[in-house]
């Protein structure tokens, strides 16, 4: 069964130190979602690509945040530097395209900034 | 106050009993996704609905669109259905805005 992969699973790192994430998509899927998900609250966009070009990315810290879909395949998302805030669990999405589709999450990177 | 809102946060119930999450929403939205989400932080999309009900296997999702409000029943809870059940709502893009969560128990 297709899944959306994303690595790694957990990343400590220390606050000002860069780190990034990495997502490979379902086959064929357009759309890919950056969620991040603080302890405790429901997940929240960070960024939303469609093929290789940004959708939404309002919600995005872009001073430290930054996110690329180069071949419009997987996808980046970096940090620099982390902060102590940063500390969530960071989810990986894909669907077939932008409207009333099924989005499929990858397991998840827990981030911890110490 | 947030645009989707979830009752209640906590739910514990023993094994066998109907459960029902309640999920209320605030903008236009094009369609209400339910989403369960375990310990490891996985994520999996159980329904998505724009209308009436959906049934798959031992859950029910209901949405009243008049009245902005959804709910999610399980019959026959198991303690393998304990898990973070997230409702969020889709408008425009497919950007999903989720509601807090509700933690479900369900004890043997």
């Known amino acids: 069964e297709a899944e959306v992969a994303q690595s790694p699973r957990y990343k400590i790192t220390e606050k000002s130190q860069a780190v990034a994430f990495w997502c490979d998509p379902i086959s064929g899927h357009a759309t890919l979602y950056w969620y991040r998900q603080i302890l405790g609250q429901g997940p929240e966009l960070l960024v939303q690509?469609?093929?290789?070009?940004?959708?939404?990315d309002s919600q995005l810290p872009k001073d430290r945040f930054s996110a690329e879909r180069l071949k419009g395949v997987d996808s980046t998302l970096k940090i620099q530097p982390a902060e102590l805030g940063d500390s969530a669990m960071y989810l990986c999405a894909s669907s077939l395209g932008l409207l009333l589709v099924l989005q499929f999450f990858g397991p998840g990177t827990r981030l911890t900034v110490l | 106050k947030n645009e989707v809102e979830q009752s209640p946060q906590n739910l514990t119930a023993q094994e066998g009993e109907f459960i029902t999450i309640n999920c209320s929403y605030s903008?236009?939205?094009?369609?209400l996704h339910w989403l369960q989400q375990h310990p490891g932080g996985g994520i999996v999309s159980l329904f998505m609905l724009s209308s009436g009900k959906k049934k798959h296997g031992r859950l029910i999702a209901t949405i009243n669109i008049q009245e902005k409000h959804s709910s999610l029943h399980i019959t026959a809870s198991h303690p393998r259905d304990s898990a973070v059940y997230i409702c969020a709502v889709s408008s425009g893009a497919q950007k999903l805005v989720f509601g807090q969560g509700t933690r479900l128990t369900i004890n043997p």
């Open positions: 903008v236009g939205i094009s369609a």
């Open positions: 690509f469609q093929d290789e070009s940004v959708v939404d």
